[in-house]
């Protein structure tokens, strides 16, 4: 069955670094999204992405975060210049058509620990 | 309420049925999730229900969807030892794009 691949799993950075976590969604899906989960609390929605363009960001996804679909494979999330609170668990998720139409798919994740 | 509910922890025999229950916000909600996060792993699909559906099952899985109460549960039938998992319910609030998750039960198997 296909599936989301995240790389690294686990990315250990110095505060005040940019980290970039990649993503490779399910070859057919279309909409694309991060979700984060800090340690001991909910996943929180992050970004969606669709068409080359974000289509909705929380409050979270300021201007220290951006995501790029560098090819046609890839998707990824970049943050600028990292805080300590920025460690958390960062899933990747694809759907084919939308989140309401068809169910998100998640990566297993990247640990981002920051020191 | 905002937030999507959920009991913190289940514990369950094995070979027992187990029941997660959840309290969603948003009526306009048009699907309703649950995944499945064993340890140090991603989010695994488990199954979904579209709103205006009452009852879903597939295999040992059942989900009921009380949409009057806003409230989604999922039975395990014959639960066994890899069950042992973190659930999470999840909702689409605004019938949009992003997943809104509850803080998952921690369901314990015990022989």
């Known amino acids: 069955e296909p599936e989301v691949t995240q790389t690294p799993s686990h990315q250990v950075t110095q505060m005040g670094q940019e980290v970039i976590l990649r993503c490779v969604p399910i070859?057919?899906?279309?909409?694309f999204y991060w979700y984060r989960q800090i340690l001991g609390q909910k996943v929180e929605f992050l970004v969606s992405?669709?068409?080359?363009?974000?289509?909705?960001k929380s409050e979270i996804f300021d201007d220290q975060f951006s995501v790029e679909r560098p090819d046609g494979s890839n998707f990824t999330l970049k943050i600028r210049s990292t805080k300590l609170e920025d460690s958390a668990m960062y899933f990747c998720?694809?759907?084919?058509?939308?989140?309401?139409?068809?169910?998100?798919?998640f990566g297993d994740g990247t640990r981002l620990s920051i020191l | 309420g905002e937030d999507v509910e959920q009991s913190l922890f289940l514990s369950v025999r094995e070979g027992d049925s187990s029941v997660i229950n959840c309290t969603y916000t948003?009526?306009?909600?048009?699907?309703l999730y649950w995944y499945k996060q064993e340890p140090g792993a991603g989010l695994q699909l488990l199954t979904y229900i579209f709103s205006n559906m009452d009852m879903k099952q597939d295999q040992r899985l059942t989900v009921l969807l009380n949409k009057k109460d806003k409230h989604l549960s999922l039975r395990i039938a014959d639960t066994q030892t890899g069950d042992s998992a973190i659930y999470f319910c999840?909702?689409?609030?605004?019938?949009?794009?992003?997943?809104?998750f509850g803080a998952g039960t921690t369901v314990t198997v015990r022989a």
């Open positions: 999840a909702e689409t609030p605004g019938g949009g794009y992003k997943l809104s």
């Open positions: 992405f669709y068409n080359n363009e974000i289509s909705e």
């Open positions: 948003d009526s306009s909600s048009t699907y």
């Open positions: 070859s057919n899906h279309l909409y």
């Open positions: 998720a694809s759907s084919e058509i939308s989140g309401t139409d068809q169910p998100q798919h």
